[in-house]
């Protein structure tokens, strides 16, 4: 038996440590969270994404009556940029969330699908998208490309 240790870098940043840019994706996303359509699960997440051309793109999440078909913040804002600015690569995606009558922001991490979805762009691209992920203890995690949350990711079809 042969043992394979997998390894991840993340960085714990606190908000005085941001650039300007980070910040302002981080209320981007916050703003937009605020107008979730989340009346099942009370779970209000919001993402926003620079994208290479300068254009920030902001979405929230979008539920559905049959839960859990609705669509995540990430996946919905992705294929928004993907759609309406197919040559312009993501940089930066900032990803915030809270739960209904909450003060304090929940930590989160974009679900299997979205880290899909984050790999997906990422190949169509050939560039890694910076992650920032706003923590419940205020800190933001800065996450550089998706193989350091999607260490096996599913690549290609032929492999």
Partial sequence: MKKINLT???????????????????????????????????????????????EILQSSNQ?????????????????????????????????????AGEEIWAGVSPCGVCRQTINEVENRFEKPITMLILCSNGKV????????LLPLKFDDLNS
């Fill in 141 to 148: 995690m800065r996450i550089k490309g998706i193989s350091n």
């Fill in 8 to 54: 991840s870098e993340l960085e714990e940043l606190s908000p005085e440590e941001l650039s300007s840019t980070e910040k302002t994706l981080l209320d981007r996303a916050k703003s937009v969270s605020k107008r979730a359509y989340a009346p099942y699960s009370g779970f209000h997440v919001g993402a926003a994404v620079l994208l290479e051309n300068g």
């Fill in 63 to 99: 539920e559905n009556v049959s839960f859990p078909t609705g669509v995540c913040a990430e996946r919905l804002l992705l294929g928004y940029a993907g759609a309406n600015f197919p040559d312009a690569a993501p940089q930066l995606l900032a990803i915030v969330a809270q739960r």
